[in-house]
């Protein structure tokens, strides 16, 4: 006969602890509890939020995954690369003294052979060899089309050459040389079709893809050529790291004091004699209810919006007479000044000691504006006094300094180095192999936020021309008028 | 053609008869007038004198009735139907041109080919 009153809710979500009471003392303790709704079961504090953040960052494991396709390209260009080699290498071993020697051609065909090599491996490490950005969901199709198109290829050349050469030892050199040398050529045209489709093709603009985010809708257009969604996906994720201003989970658009004024001011009472649930009804009745009734919750909004702007510029005019006096404690200590006044020595200190030094004066009020405009996740003390540190060593203004924390930077400003990289989910109605075409939407999703990308093609552009004679430039002044009659 | 101030305007003018054309709900007459006492008369191309504030024959519609009539361009009209148009404001011109009622108007121009052709036959038989 324990009443236990449990809080539901995941255990990472709530900062209050599964807790069950059990009163001995009060058997009907459960009846005659008032349950309050309208209030969340789960409640978060902020530090929570970023311990979670942090957590689930660090939890995606490091997938072997990633490497797969780089390791199977680098294995088949290798392969491709030594081919011509071993071509030219093992008529020498195996049967030397039957080939014919061969002068002047062979040479200048191992000369050739030699560049195009070069050439072919330059350009390989140039273009290929960098490290993968992002695994896609998918296969990404010219890629998978040019390993298979070079596997294929060589092969075929491996097979004509077991055929043909090494089967009826054969002695004419220079064909092999020949033989070897077209294989490179064609090698350097698979290359050029590689370099064409992976990384021409998509520089010319073709599309407009409009991004929003979906929690505070901050929008960008960006103008893209033809990709596979998958490709244009990791484009665009490109781009929001370094143009959205960061996401800011704290940051809402009408405070909750206000919100709840509206919906729960109603109850509906049925007085019909069936009790059928109409709930839809029910619900339509309210909106409407709710709507008819005249309410001040826009000027509510208002006048907080207009408190709040003021609460901000006020805490932001302490901050910066703060930081700007803080920094008239410190001068910088030239190489010529360090012996001139033995009389009065001061205290040399390296940058970190500086930075401790004056921050202490201004930490007050740079808390309470970090507070004030929700950014407290964002800053540590630590990133503070490193930042402070940096300005500090690169002689910048206090103004400098402060930028980083008077306006959201993008989202790049916030990442810390850590080599698992980031989890996204792409969300699309059509394979996302398939290309880029009118009117298709597809979305980014995070764990709290996603962004949603539309497509649009750019506008044909005709452009006419007209010439203007630069003598033709001529004025009069007008006052006179001329009727018609 | 300049005139002086007290003395009466002499000119030497041709009489033209326009018959006006119907066009639509318009009666047009194919010619653009310019000038009258409220207008700049140093912008005139057509004057001889530049402080001459006379209304002038700017252009002629070709093939229109001014043209099939006779009129020229740089013509300075004198008289319209009777009406004066030396000292005139060039709303007024435009009106006593195009009176509704009227499908014909009857202009005294004046051009200075007119005074060199009257000097001329002048001079070539000189009168006695």
């Not at chain 1, 058997?27 to 349950?35: A, H, K, L, P, R």
């Not at chain 1, 997938?63 to 390791?71: L, M, Q, S």
């Not at chain 1, 950005?133 to 097979?159: D, E, I, K």
Request: charged share 25%.
């Amino acid at each position: 006969m324990d009443n236990e009153s449990q809080y539901s809710g995941y255990s990472y979500k709530s900062s209050h602890s599964r807790s069950s009471r059990k009163h001995r003392w009060d058997d009907n303790w459960g009846e005659t509890t008032t349950v309050v709704t309208g209030t969340s079961e789960h409640s978060i504090s902020n530090e929570d939020l970023t311990r979670v953040t942090k957590d689930l960052e660090e939890s995606t494991p490091l997938e072997c995954k990633r490497f797969i396709g780089p390791a199977l390209g680098g294995c088949l260009s290798f392969f491709a690369l030594i081919t011509p080699l071993a071509f030219l290498i093992l008529p020498q071993v195996l049967w030397r003294d039957a080939l014919k020697p061969c002068g002047t051609p062979c040479e200048g065909l191992y000369v050739s052979l030699a560049f195009k090599l070069l050439v072919l491996l330059i350009s390989s490490w140039a273009l290929f060899l960098r490290p993968p950005r992002a695994t896609l969901p998918r296969f990404f199709v010219f890629r998978c089309l040019l390993m298979v198109l070079v596997f294929l290829f060589v092969a075929s050349y491996w097979l004509f050459y077991g055929v043909r050469v090494l089967e009826p030892k054969e002695e004419d050199y220079q064909g092999i040389v020949e033989y070897a040398a077209s294989l490179v050529d064609a090698l350097l045209f698979i290359q050029y079709l590689a370099l064409v489709l992976l990384e021409v093709r998509h520089l010319q603009p073709a599309f407009c893809l409009k991004v929003v985010r979906s929690t505070d809708g901050a929008s960008k257009f960006y103008n893209v050529g033809h990709l596979s969604i998958q490709r244009a996906a990791v484009w665009v994720l490109d781009r929001y790291y370094n143009d959205f201003s960061v996401y800011n989970p704290a940051v809402v658009n009408l405070p909750k004091s206000i919100l709840s004024k509206k919906m729960t001011g109603f109850k509906v009472y049925s007085l019909d004699e069936n009790t059928t649930n109409n709930s839809t009804g029910q619900s339509r009745a309210m909106i409407a209810a709710a709507a008819r009734r005249r309410d001040n919750s826009h000027n509510e909004y208002y006048y907080e919006e207009a408190e709040m702007e003021r609460r901000i510029r006020k805490r932001k005019a302490r901050l910066v007479v703060a930081v700007e006096e803080a920094f008239t404690h410190i001068k910088r200590l030239h190489e010529d000044e360090a012996g001139a006044s033995p009389k009065h020595p001061r205290e040399v200190m390296d940058p970190r000691e500086a930075a401790q030094a004056i921050f202490a004066p201004m930490a007050r009020a740079m808390q309470k504006y970090l507070r004030t405009t929700r950014q407290q996740a964002f800053h540590s003390m630590e990133s503070i006094l490193t930042h402070l540190q940096f300005c500090i060593t690169h002689n910048m203004t206090p103004k400098a300094f402060l930028e980083r924390y008077l306006t959201p930077g993008p989202t790049m400003q916030y990442q810390q180095q850590s080599g698992r990289g980031r989890q996204w989910t792409l969300v699309s109605e059509e394979p996302v192999t398939s290309g880029l075409r009118q009117g298709l939407v597809f979305s980014l999703r995070r764990l709290d936020f996603s962004l949603v990308v539309t497509v649009t093609p750019l506008p044909f552009l005709r452009l006419g021309e007209e010439f203007i004679d630069p003598k033709s430039h001529k004025f009069v002044m007008r006052l006179q008028s001329e009727t018609s009659v | 053609m300049s005139f002086v101030p007290g003395q009466p305007v002499t000119a030497v003018v041709q009489r033209i008869e326009i018959q006006k054309l119907c066009q639509g709900e318009n009666l047009i007459l194919g010619f653009s007038i310019g000038g009258g006492i409220d207008q700049d008369p140093g912008q005139n191309p057509f004057s001889e004198d530049k402080s001459d504030k006379g209304i002038y024959v700017t252009r002629i519609t070709p093939g229109g009735p001014a043209e099939v009539a006779g009129l020229r361009i740089g013509d300075k009209i004198m008289q319209v139907n009777g009406w004066d148009m030396t000292m005139v404001t060039h709303d007024q011109a435009r009106k006593k041109l195009t009176k509704k009622r009227e499908d014909v108007v009857r202009l005294l121009i004046t051009r200075k080919s007119l005074e060199e052709a009257v000097k001329h036959s002048k001079g070539s038989h000189p009168r006695q």
